[in-house]
Each structure stands twice: as structure tokens, then as C-alpha cells.
């Protein structure tokens, strides 16, 4: 089981809880003078980091209420929890080597750390 | 239909009757009609208001709940509490709490028909939970008093142990109208082993409303 320790309830299982997207994202005050491009940063565009990430969990079967995560993406261990308004404590995530040695960032290419392991084989490596 | 129609309140799981195990291992029956109001306000504001008004002021700790005759207040979020009362006094006091709570910044909505209770009782209700849900039921953890929402099975339900109860062990699952009769299923099924009898809904399974 995947436990998360809501802020209210306690440990309580995942399937109680739903994933809200990453936190602190401010909706811009002046978004009728914004150029197209910088509302679609606001609307679509996110981190996505390899490594702590500041994400919003809802409490959904339980209390019901919103509460900011920090997560190591890479590891999943969760390395903070904290109330809505609050700001995020001062942690530290051990990102696991990453053999392929793929970007920071939007690695989730599993298949071709496995192939540069394999040496000699395809063409598919990620170097 | 031919015969006249008079009206009659229909609680979500009239067509089952009460269940029951094997020497009593466990009981599953529904407590109907009673009067549910959900209370969003600060706690702080309401609770001593509330305390002179009806004899009860809200439970102080999170997942708990505070009881005084017949009525109860059930944690349910840091902001929301549950007014739980006997059918016949529920207009009455909801009422009232209205009332006192003048004033302050406050919402009490009348949930009665919302929710039922399905109770499960009897010394295997705990491991009958422990098979529907990822709650911990271990009366080491789920203390008479307490209140926590969960899914069970794909319901999602209060469950709630009254501390004055009849039977130490008589859990009182809340769940809305329309997931009422696949959780008590599911209840009946989990309790099988208990001895627990298959049963045929009353008026067969085809539900006739009218």
C-alpha cells in the first residue's frame, strides 16, 4: 500500500486521495493583458522536475479537503505534507543516477536506460 | 395500478430486511429517517452557542465525534461537523442550532434523505469492515467515538462508533441514497462466512416504486 499522511486524518491510503496538479501556481491578475503565449504557460505549461515537486493532494473519500505535498518524482517518497496557505519546508531528495544520463527534465524513458545498459545493441541508447 | 395511491416516506433500503449471522457473529441492519444536517462554520464561534442551545458543542479533536442523548456531532472536515438526531425532534432542533447561530458565519443543510446508516453489529463487525475497506479497524486505532470517511468497496461512507451504544461494536456506516443498496450487498456478501443468509430483496429483485 501507498500510504499518504493526510494533514487532517492521519495515514490513510492512496485510493482515498486525488492528485490536484503542482502547487503555488498563482493565476495572474492582469490576464487581460497578457500576451497568448504567457496565458498558455499559466494554463498548460509545468516543471515536470525530476526530483521534489510541489503538488496539490484533495483528501476525497475522507475530509475533503486540499492539502501541498512534496514528492521526490523520481522515488516517489513523500518528503513533506502541509496545509493549504503554508509555506513549503526545506527539504532534500536523493535523485537516484540515472545511467542513460537523460535531462532533469521529462525523463520517464525507462526502455532506454535498459538499452544502454545492453552494450552493443541497437540504436535506440539515449546518449 | 388500480388501488389508490397513498404516500408514505421510503427509506433507500426498505425492500431488505435486517441480517444476521450465526449465533449473531454480526448484524446488519438499517437505522432510517434519522435527521442529518451537515454544519460548516468556525469552530470556535459555533460550538459554545451550540453547547447552550442544545446541551452539545462540537467535538474538539479531529475524526471524532461528541454525543448527548440522542443527538450527536461528527467530525467530518476542520470546518464541518455532522448533527445526527432522532427523526421525531430533528426540525426542532436544527432549528434551533439556526437559531443561535444567527450571527455568525454559518451553513446547516438538511441531509437526512441524503444519507442512510447501515449498522454492523455484533463481535466480528470488525473484521467484517476490515474486508471492504483500507481504514484501520483494529480497535487499537478506531476507538468508540471516532468518525472517518473512507471508500468501502467503491462506496464512499462514514463510518462512525458511537460511544454510547447498545453494543460496543455497533458501527454505523453513512452512506448516500443511491450506493445504499450495492454496500449493503456487499456487507451481506463480506459476512458470508459468518453465516450470514443469502436473501431476496422483499417484493423480489425488481424493484417496483409506487
Not at chain 1, 40 to 62: I, M
Not at chain 1, 63 to 77: E, G, H, I, P, S
Not at chain 2, 7 to 14: A, H, N, V
Request: charged share 25%.
Amino acid at each position: 500500500m501507498f500510504l499518504i499522511r493526510c494533514p487532517w486524518c492521519g495515514e490513510r491510503d492512496v485510493s482515498d486521495f486525488s492528485y490536484g496538479g503542482e502547487a503555488h501556481i498563482a493565476r495572474p491578475a492582469d490576464s487581460d493583458a497578457m500576451s497568448d503565449s504567457a496565458w498558455a504557460d499559466y494554463v498548460f505549461l509545468r516543471t515536470n522536475p525530476k526530483g521534489v515537486h510541489a503538488e496539490r493532494w484533495n483528501h476525497q473519500a475522507g475530509c475533503r479537503r486540499w492539502f501541498n505535498m512534496l514528492r521526490n518524482t523520481a522515488t516517489d517518497d513523500i518528503l513533506a505534507v502541509y496545509k493549504m496557505g503554508e509555506t513549503p519546508p526545506q527539504v532534500s531528495a536523493n535523485l537516484p543516477a540515472t545511467p542513460s544520463g537523460e535531462a532533469a527534465i521529462g525523463s520517464g524513458n525507462d526502455a532506454a536506460k535498459v538499452m544502454t545498459t545492453e552494450e552493443g545493441r541497437g540504436e535506440g541508447g539515449g546518449k | 395500478m388500480a388501488e389508490p395511491r397513498t404516500s408514505f416516506r421510503r427509506s433507500p433500503l426498505f425492500h431488505r430486511r435486517p441480517l444476521e449471522g450465526e449465533a449473531g457473529a454480526v448484524r446488519i441492519a438499517e437505522r432510517p429517517f434519522l435527521g442529518k444536517f451537515i454544519l460548516r462554520a468556525d469552530a470556535q464561534a459555533a460550538s459554545d452557542r451550540l453547547r447552550a442551545a442544545l446541551g452539545l458543542g462540537l467535538p474538539s479533536e479531529p475524526l471524532m465525534s461528541a454525543s448527548q442523548g440522542d443527538i450527536s456531532f461528527l467530525w467530518l472536515g476542520p470546518d464541518e461537523w455532522m448533527l445526527v438526531t432522532a427523526q421525531a425532534e430533528a426540525k426542532e432542533r436544527a432549528s434551533t442550532a439556526r437559531g443561535v447561530l444567527v450571527g455568525v458565519h454559518h451553513q446547516l443543510a438538511d441531509v437526512s434523505d441524503y444519507y442512510t446508516i447501515i449498522e454492523v453489529a455484533g463481535p466480528r463487525a470488525r473484521e467484517l469492515l476490515m474486508k471492504l475497506t483500507t481504514l484501520d479497524v483494529h480497535p487499537r486505532v478506531f476507538r468508540g467515538g471516532m468518525v472517518a470517511g473512507s471508500m468501502f468497496g467503491r462506496a464512499n461512507a462514514f463510518l462512525w462508533l458511537p460511544l454510547a451504544a447498545r453494543d460496543a461494536n455497533a458501527f454505523n456506516l453513512f452512506v448516500r441514497w443511491s450506493m445504499a443498496d450495492y454496500l449493503w450487498c456487499l456487507i451481506a456478501d463480506a459476512g458470508r462466512e459468518w453465516g450470514v443468509p443469502e436473501e431476496t430483496p422483499i417484493k423480489g429483485e425488481t424493484l417496483t416504486i409506487g
